[in-house]
Structures are given as structure tokens and as C-alpha cells.
């Protein structure tokens, strides 16, 4: 067996032994799932260079190839609950999924017995649909690290994107430019094999030292949205007066209602308390627990808007006149923040606090 395949078991050995421990002593929950599905997807893929050769039995192969082609889904997975706390595994998110993996697996079915496909529409369909949708899915994940990079709080995640980023970066140009443009005229001046072999041995490597220190997973597993809990002050955060800056906080939030500007970014935020950019994130998460600011300020605008909701004199506002005027520029996004912090929409809201208020009127006349 050639090196690329031993490097690719070795890679592949690390991850299913990661992925073992993990599921042994994390705790459970959405997270963990989903981060065990994408060192699984992980590990089949690091054995390409043995499936892609008939050492293997066909059907164990066809497996290999499956379970390897969902890497790309399970790395939106992941990246999505990771960096912006929110579960995309949806039905037409599977669906799409089942799609590509499906189509691919047929086709590798039926390329190890025939000549296959041999047409302009079996290539359309098998070849190039499969790709096209993992690219999407790859997208997807681009998109869920990037969306919030800004809004980061956690100093951990927050590095962890840059990481994530380099890295993608460098082995997407490798495969995109070099092996798919470039060598398409020119001899490649390294074995490809070997060099995939290689990056994920050396991630697999680098997992098991992220992974294995205690304290990285509680920090970058979600949070619930709706109570966040204040983080442990750290004497290595270095000096500043949190006590003070907080209550400087706290007056922008709650007295002047600095959140009501839709333009509010954490640098903006930063400048308003006289601080830097790195020192605002600290505050915000060590002293009031957030992960994210977009989080953070959604919290505070939907707080408000409920007030406003419950309020019988402002009854005649439109829902839109509220949105905008607690700091969102549109419906869409208020909708959907306000159904993550209360569980339903600000129209069931509002009916529900009339009616609450009805009925606590109508006691009032039966007490009398």
C-alpha cells in the first residue's frame, strides 16, 4: 500500500479514535451530534486512496464513498450551529443532501460494473448535478463562517474562524487552481494523493490537541439564547475596570437605549464606551454572558419591543412602526429574533397579552 493510503489510515484511525472519546464524555446534545457526524465524514474521507482502489470489497467501498461525500453537508451543519447558534438541519436541507449523495453513490455503483455513464445527460445528471450541489453545500458553510465574523464575543470561536478560514482557504485553492485549472496542461510537481493524505493527518492531529484540552467544547458549544449567564471574571483578561465599564454599559442600554440604532456595530458600541474593539467583546461576554452581539442586541431589542407589545397605548402601532423603532431596518429579521427569545411571534404575543389583560378585567368586575 502506497504512503498516501497509510498517511490516510493513520488520518482516519485519529479521527474515529477522537470521535470515540468525544462520544464517550462530552456531554450530549445537538452539538456533539453534529461535530461526531463530521469526524465520521472526515474519517471515511481520509480514505480515499485506499476505496478509490479495488483493495476494498464494492460494498464497503460504496460506503466509504457515501459517508465521505457528506462532508461538505456536515461541515455546514456544524459551522452553522457553531458560529451563529442556529440548527440548519432542516427537511429540505436533508432532502438536498440525500440528493447528492444518492446521485453520486449510484454512480459509483454503476461504474464499477459497466462503462458508466456514457451519455451527455447520465454525465449531466451523475457527473456534474452531485458536484455543483457539494459546492453549494460548501457555499453554505463559507457563508456560516463568515456572516457573523464581526459579531463574535468568545475570543476561543473567534480565532477559531481564522483558523478555519486560512485553512479552507488554502486547501480549496490548491484543489480549485492547481489540480483542477493548472494541471489540466501542466504535470502536477507533487503526488495530489499525498498531499490530501497529509493536511488531514496534520488536522486530525490538530483536532485531537483542540479537542482533548479540557474547556473548548463547553466554550464553543451554543448556548441557549434566552439566559445567558455571566461568564468567570479571569485575572488573564488584564486590568480594567469591569465593574465600572459594565455600568457604563448598562446606562447606553438601559438609559439611553443605544441598541434603538440599527447601525450599532460592536465597534460602534466600543467607541461609545471608550475602549477597544477586543476589550468591548470581553465586557460583553465576561460580564454578561453573550456570545455573539448580534444575539446581544437582538436580546435587547426584542425586550423592548415585548414591553411595547403588552403596552394597551400603544395598541394602534403597527408591529413593522415597533420593529423599526426598537433598531431593525426590516420585519424579517425582528420576526425571526423575536420568535427565537419568546417562542412565538410578536402577533401571537400581543394577542396574548390582550388577552390577558381582558381576562384580568373581567375578574376584576366578578370580584366587585
Known amino acids: 500500500m502506497e504512503a498516501a493510503a497509510w498517511l490516510g489510515a493513520m488520518a482516519s484511525l485519529i479521527l474515529l479514535l477522537l470521535a470515540a472519546s468525544i462520544g464517550w464524555h462530552a456531554p450530549g446534545g445537538r452539538f456533539k451530534a453534529y461535530l461526531l457526524l463530521w469526524l465520521l465524514t472526515l474519517a471515511a474521507l481520509a480514505l480515499a486512496p485506499i476505496y478509490n482502489t479495488p483493495l476494498l470489497p464494492a460494498w464497503l467501498r460504496l460506503l466509504l464513498y457515501s459517508a465521505a461525500n457528506l462532508s461538505p453537508m456536515s461541515s455546514a451543519l456544524l459551522l452553522f450551529l457553531l458560529f451563529e447558534d442556529r440548527d440548519i438541519g432542516g427537511r429540505s436541507f436533508w432532502l438536498l443532501a440525500g440528493l447528492a449523495v444518492g446521485l453520486d453513490s449510484f454512480d459509483l455503483a454503476m461504474s464499477l460494473q459497466q462503462n458508466w455513464p456514457n451519455d451527455r445527460l447520465g454525465i449531466a445528471l451523475f457527473e456534474y448535478l452531485p458536484q455543483l450541489l457539494k459546492i453549494g453545500f460548501l457555499g453554505l458553510s463559507l457563508y456560516g463562517l463568515l456572516r457573523s465574523w464581526r459579531a463574535e464575543l468568545i475570543q476561543g470561536r473567534w480565532r477559531l474562524r481564522h483558523v478555519a478560514l486560512g485553512l479552507g482557504m488554502l486547501i480549496g485553492a490548491e484543489m480549485l487552481i492547481v489540480e483542477n485549472l493548472w494541471a489540466v496542461q501542466h504535470a502536477l510537481p507533487y503526488d495530489a494523493a499525498g498531499f490530501h493524505a497529509t493536511w488531514q493527518l496534520a488536522l486530525a492531529l490538530g483536532l485531537c490537541l483542540a479537542l482533548l484540552r479540557p474547556g473548548p467544547l463547553a466554550s464553543w458549544s451554543p448556548a441557549p439564547l434566552s439566559s445567558p449567564e455571566p461568564a468567570v471574571n479571569e485575572p488573564g483578561r488584564g486590568w480594567l475596570d469591569w465593574r465600572r465599564k459594565r455600568g457604563e454599559l448598562q446606562a447606553l442600554l438601559e438609559q ?104 384580568a378585567a373581567q375578574a376584576s368586575v366578578v370580584d366587585c
Open 256 to 359: 439611553q437605549e443605544i441598541y434603538r440604532d440599527p447601525g450599532l456595530n460592536l465597534a460602534g458600541l466600543a467607541r461609545a464606551l471608550a475602549i477597544p474593539e477586543y476589550r468591548a467583546r470581553q465586557l460583553i461576554n465576561g460580564e454578561l454572558g453573550y456570545r455573539n452581539f448580534n444575539v446581544f442586541m437582538n436580546d435587547y431589542r426584542s425586550r423592548a419591543a415585548a414591553r411595547a407589545l403588552a403596552d394597551p397605548a400603544l395598541a394602534h402601532l403597527p408591529i413593522l412602526t415597533i420593529a423599526m423603532d426598537v433598531g431593525y431596518a426590516s420585519l424579517a429579521p425582528f420576526n425571526r429574533a423575536f420568535r427565537e427569545r419568546f417562542q412565538m411571534t410578536p402577533s401571537e404575543y400581543r394577542l396574548q397579552q390582550r388577552r390577558g389583560v381582558s381576562d
